[in-house]
């Protein structure tokens, strides 16, 4: 997260991220290392008392593919990530989006200029995984790279109980309902989105350091709508 994304944090959540820029700063900008001792960067807890109404949520629901260079603020980006797939029933660990047999398969990376991070649902934070900007590789279109936030959804096949071959449907349905929850929530704030198929898949696999059992379903640019 850019030093202005740092507005409103906590002390606790900005001491994070220090570590975690310190991190990639040692790291530098072009190599494609996780830092095995990168401390994770705690998010705000989400808001839960804010929001539309969910009718006139629904009917604002849209694609938009043109953003503003404004990066999200913690509280923005802790209430989408938390909307899209986070815990909402911290005593079973449930979650926002369903899995079938309550798999859990699902991770949300997040692209930003800073770096790549994975939302950790449990801990409702972002572990560094990249130091530096992949956005460009998170889609083949061009706005791709201006949108401040690209989410992108990766099933890990190997952990669904199901029968091998309903596995990749499976996954294909839980990116649906995570991305679905992102468009209400961004409609609900005005933000921009658009979920994506168009990726070139084997080189962001490649350069995010997948395991083979963990597919790219589909990503999702968000951010404010371009003035
Ligand atoms: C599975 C899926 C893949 C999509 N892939 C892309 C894409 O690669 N690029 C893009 O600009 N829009 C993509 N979209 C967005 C659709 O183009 C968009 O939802 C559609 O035009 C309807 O517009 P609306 O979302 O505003 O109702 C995709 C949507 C879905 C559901």
Not at 32 to 39: F, I, K, L, T, Y
Request: some cysteine; overall charge positive; aromatic content about 6%.
């Amino acid at each position: 997260m850019s030093p202005t994304a740092t507005a409103g944090m906590n002390r606790r959540a900005f001491l994070h991220l220090t570590a975690a820029t310190a991190v990639m700063a040692a790291v530098g900008p072009n190599r494609a290392a996780a830092a095995p001792d990168a401390q994770p960067v705690h998010l705000p807890p989400p808001q839960l008392d804010s929001g539309r109404p969910l009718m006139q949520v629904v009917r604002a629901r849209r694609s938009a593919r043109a953003f503003g260079p404004k990066p999200l603020p913690p509280q923005v980006l802790a209430n989408l990530l938390w909307a899209g797939d986070g815990v909402n029933r911290p005593d079973s660990g449930g979650r926002t989006a369903p899995t079938a047999s309550n798999s859990q398969d699902m991770d949300i990376y997040v692209a930003m200029a800073d770096g790549l991070f994975l939302y950790d649902a449990k801990g409702h934070a972002l572990q560094p995984i990249l130091g530096e900007d992949i956005r460009a590789l998170a889609g083949r279109q061009a706005f791709v790279k201006e949108a401040p936030v690209n989410l992108i959804y990766v099933s890990d096949l190997a952990k669904m109980k199901a029968a091998p071959e309903d596995r990749e449907v499976y996954a294909a349905a839980h990116t649906g309902f995570i991305s679905q929850n992102v468009y209400l929530y961004c409609a609900s704030e005005g933000l921009a989105t658009v979920v994506r198929a168009s990726i070139d898949r084997p080189a962001l696999a490649q350069k995010m350091g997948l395991r083979s059992s963990q597919k790219i379903i589909l990503a999702q640019s968000v951010g404010y709508p371009k003035p």
